[in-house]
């Protein structure tokens, strides 16, 4: 039986949080309808309105390797797809039902093309499991706050078995653990009211995941929502434990601790625009620049970010979502360092320009504002500072001291984008070196190492 151990958990978290950037893909039946992930219950849609809907899944335009290159190219490094949502419908080829895939004009199991896609690009691989199932006759109907017929007391809850529902739902999470290779991911949604925890025989459910996929990596939600903690912030962890929080739409104030003070392992999960899956009539998409601005932000405070793309009706990402994605690439291409295997600078106060993000003795100052005069670096002495080099080469810099702070002069900077500058720290006092440091790396923009 699974029991957690700190040092295996700070093991198989090493490579997530040097990850730093993930792609979440929600795409199922409720791509058709065009009004997003959450359809059948917001509009409380019977399922025989919902259903022809898989006579109208071909999935033609479905290429997850040019989802999973569009991906990489914006630098991220782990994909989630939705390989079952709460309508219940599968996106692969299960034993325990015909509301899948193999059943629709699609007629192949999607989630195979998928992981084979994303390891060919060297990408993690994950996959989104529902603890929900509306189309499932021994899930709560009547009376369950979010299911579609919650209104509807024809819909009684007499004569429906939970436990054969568990059943069904522990055999499926299984089928995906052993059919498709190495998971890297495994993101649970969710738990709510009473349905959390033992109600979703958790503890069994997990051990089972954990032996046939040493290593992987398991969201918050067998335990709350998005909202919530769970047990391991609580410095008690079950058996079923999150290995990360998952806040939804929120970055965290000031990051997130344990009660003990301790930094934990996070990621927020963000749309692109209002919805998960695709709706057609929401365009309201978040500009490229502000999205960097938050991935730069959720690593400030030591987390990660997951952002969506809802594939439209065919499988095709929307030109939104694929210009924000390109946009998102081109600045990571150039700044990855500042992103990658860093953390927060947590002994430096947040400037008012921007953030900063550190690795080791490397910190990355994003500089959002142009500022008049000199740039202020508080909380670094200049005693301490061996080089500062331009990651962006057609910007000039140079310390100048004002009074007890040390500054950078920015001669050229920009009015829209962010952009960086690397600061880095040494534990030795090399203050005779720092004026011929700094004119060689104003001169080469480069980080110069020093020993």
Same mark, same amino acid.
């Given at each position: 039986m699974?029991? /957690?151990?700190r040092?295996?958990y700070?093991?198989r978290?090493?490579?997530?949080?040097?990850?730093r950037? *993930?792609?979440?893909?929600?795409?199922?039946l409720?791509?058709?309808?065009?009004? *997003?992930?959450?359809v059948?219950?917001?509009?409380?849609m019977?399922?025989e309105?919902?259903?022809p809907?898989?006579?109208e899944?071909? !999935?033609?335009?479905?290429?997850?390797?040019?989802?999973?290159?569009?991906?990489? !190219?914006?630098?991220?490094?782990y994909?989630?797809?939705?390989?079952?949502?709460?309508?219940g419908f599968?996106?692969?080829?299960s034993?325990?039902?015909?509301?899948?895939?193999t059943?629709?004009?699609?007629?192949?199991d999607?989630?195979?093309?998928?992981?084979?896609?994303?390891?060919?690009?060297?990408?993690?691989?994950?996959l989104?499991?529902?603890l929900?199932?509306?189309?499932?006759?021994?899930?709560? %109907?009547?009376?369950?706050?979010?299911?579609?017929?919650?209104?509807?007391?024809e819909?009684?809850?007499?004569?429906r @078995? /939970?436990?054969?529902?568990?059943?069904?739902m522990?055999? #499926?999470?299984?089928?995906?653990?052993?059919?498709?290779?190495?998971?890297?991911?495994m993101?649970?949604?969710f738990?709510?009211? @009473?349905?959390r *925890?033992?109600?979703?025989?958790?503890?069994?459910?997990i051990d089972?995941?954990?032996?046939l996929q040493?290593?992987?990596?398991?969201?918050?939600?067998?335990?709350?929502?998005g909202?919530?903690?769970?047990?391991?912030?609580?410095?008690?962890?079950?058996p079923?434990?999150?290995d990360?929080?998952?806040?939804e739409?929120?970055?965290?104030?000031?990051?997130?601790?344990?009660?003990?003070?301790?930094?934990?392992?996070?990621?927020?999960?963000?749309?692109?625009?209002?919805?998960?899956?695709?709706?057609?009539?929401? %365009?309201?998409?978040k500009?490229?620049?502000?999205?960097i601005?938050?991935l730069?932000?959720?690593?400030?405070?030591?987390?990660?970010?997951?952002?969506?793309?809802?594939?439209?009706?065919k499988?095709k /990402?929307?030109?939104?979502?694929?210009a924000i994605?390109a946009?998102?690439?081109?600045?990571?291409?150039k700044? %990855?360092?500042?992103?990658?295997?860093c953390?927060p600078?947590?002994?430096i106060?947040?400037?008012?320009?921007?953030r900063?993000?550190?690795?080791?003795?490397?910190?990355?100052?994003?500089?959002?504002e142009?500022?008049?005069?000199?740039?202020?670096?508080?909380?670094?002495?200049? #005693?301490?500072?061996?080089?500062v !080099?331009e990651?962006?080469d057609?910007?000039?810099?140079?310390? #100048?001291? /004002?009074?007890?702070?040390?500054?950078?002069?920015v001669a050229?900077?920009?009015?829209?984008?962010?952009n960086i500058?690397?600061?880095?720290r040494s534990e030795?006092?090399?203050?005779?070196?720092? @004026?011929?440091?700094?004119?060689?790396?104003?001169?080469?923009?480069?980080?110069?190492?020093v020993?």
């Amino acid at each position: 039986m699974y029991q /957690f151990n700190r040092k295996e958990y700070e093991e198989r978290m090493k490579w997530y949080q040097d990850a730093r950037f *993930g792609m979440f893909i929600h795409w199922g039946l409720y791509s058709i309808p065009a009004r *997003g992930e959450w359809v059948r219950s917001t509009e409380e849609m019977p399922e025989e309105e919902y259903l022809p809907f898989m006579k109208e899944f071909d !999935a033609r335009d479905y290429n997850p390797k040019q989802w999973a290159k569009e991906a990489k !190219a914006a630098g991220m490094k782990y994909v989630v797809l939705t390989a079952k949502h709460h309508d219940g419908f599968c996106l692969f080829d299960s034993k325990y039902t015909d509301y899948k895939v193999t059943n629709t004009p699609a007629g192949r199991d999607l989630i195979k093309e998928y992981v084979e896609a994303l390891r060919e690009e060297g990408l993690k691989v994950g996959l989104y499991f529902t603890l929900l199932d509306w189309h499932h006759p021994d899930y709560p %109907h009547y009376g369950d706050r979010i299911h579609p017929m919650r209104n509807h007391p024809e819909c009684s809850n007499e004569n429906r @078995d /939970f436990s054969r529902y568990i059943e069904y739902m522990y055999n #499926q999470v299984e089928e995906v653990c052993t059919n498709y290779g190495k998971i890297d991911i495994m993101w649970f949604d969710f738990s709510y009211d @009473d349905m959390r *925890g033992e109600k979703w025989g958790a503890t069994r459910l997990i051990d089972m995941v954990r032996r046939l996929q040493p290593g992987i990596i398991i969201d918050n939600r067998l335990e709350v929502s998005g909202e919530g903690r769970g047990s391991l912030y609580e410095c008690d962890p079950t058996p079923y434990h999150g290995d990360f929080i998952s806040p939804e739409q929120i970055i965290p104030p000031e990051g997130i601790c344990d009660k003990e003070g301790n930094p934990m392992v996070w990621e927020a999960c963000f749309t692109m625009n209002n919805n998960w899956g695709y709706c057609a009539n929401d %365009h309201y998409y978040k500009p490229a620049s502000m999205l960097i601005k938050k991935l730069v932000e959720c690593v400030s405070k030591g987390g990660n970010m997951i952002l969506n793309v809802g594939p439209d009706a065919k499988g095709k /990402f929307p030109k939104e979502s694929s210009a924000i994605l390109a946009e998102i690439g081109r600045w990571m291409d150039k700044n %990855h360092d500042s992103i990658y295997g860093c953390a927060p600078a947590a002994d430096i106060p947040k400037p008012d320009y921007g953030r900063i993000t550190r690795n080791g003795n490397k910190y990355y100052v994003h500089i959002y504002e142009n500022t008049l005069g000199p740039l202020p670096l508080i909380g670094f002495d200049k #005693q301490d500072i061996v080089d500062v !080099a331009e990651k962006i080469d057609t910007y000039e810099t140079s310390i #100048q001291p /004002f009074e007890d702070c040390c500054t950078i002069f920015v001669a050229k900077h920009p009015v829209t984008k962010p952009n960086i500058d690397v600061i880095r720290r040494s534990e030795e006092n090399l203050n005779e070196k720092i @004026d011929e440091l700094m004119k060689q790396a104003i001169e080469t923009v480069e980080v110069i190492e020093v020993k």
